[in-house]
């Protein structure tokens, strides 16, 4: 079965920096478009960054231009989320997804492989 197992979660000052990595099991990770997703309390499920199967689509919003960085390891099936300059307004669960259609897509319904998310907090 599939199995996406997101780590590098926890606490970090603003300012500061974190990478979170995602390692896939029960896919062909090499063809599969990758999402980093985050959920904070009260709000809905958003994409901070996707990345297609071929790395010739990737997505950012907005809010994380410029500070995170999505990248992929097909030899180690894992796809990464380099963060920086974390502000509190980044505190969330963290999740990753993946599926073979979504094409660096940043909509949430595009994805049919979910983790179970991590946790980041960052303080001020």
């Known amino acids: 079965q599939v199995q996406l197992v997101e780590s590098g979660g926890g606490w970090v000052q603003a300012g500061g920096s974190l990478r979170l990595s995602c390692a896939a099991s029960?896919?062909?990770?090499?063809?599969?478009?990758m999402g980093w997703f985050r959920q904070a309390p009260g709000n809905e499920r958003e994409c901070v960054a996707a990345?297609?199967?071929?790395?010739?689509?990737?997505y950012y919003a907005d809010s994380v231009k410029g500070r995170f960085t999505i990248s992929r390891d097909n030899a180690k099936k894992t796809v990464y989320l380099q963060m920086n300059s974390l502000n509190p307004e980044d505190t969330a669960v963290y999740y990753c997804?993946?599926?073979?259609?979504?094409?660096?897509?940043?909509?949430?319904?595009?994805?049919?492989?979910w983790g179970q998310g991590t946790q980041v907090t960052v303080s001020s």
């Open positions: 990345i297609s199967w071929n790395d010739g689509n990737t």
């Open positions: 029960g896919v062909t990770f090499s063809s599969c478009d």
């Open positions: 997804a993946a599926d073979y259609r979504a094409y660096g897509s940043s909509l949430r319904r595009e994805y049919n492989y």
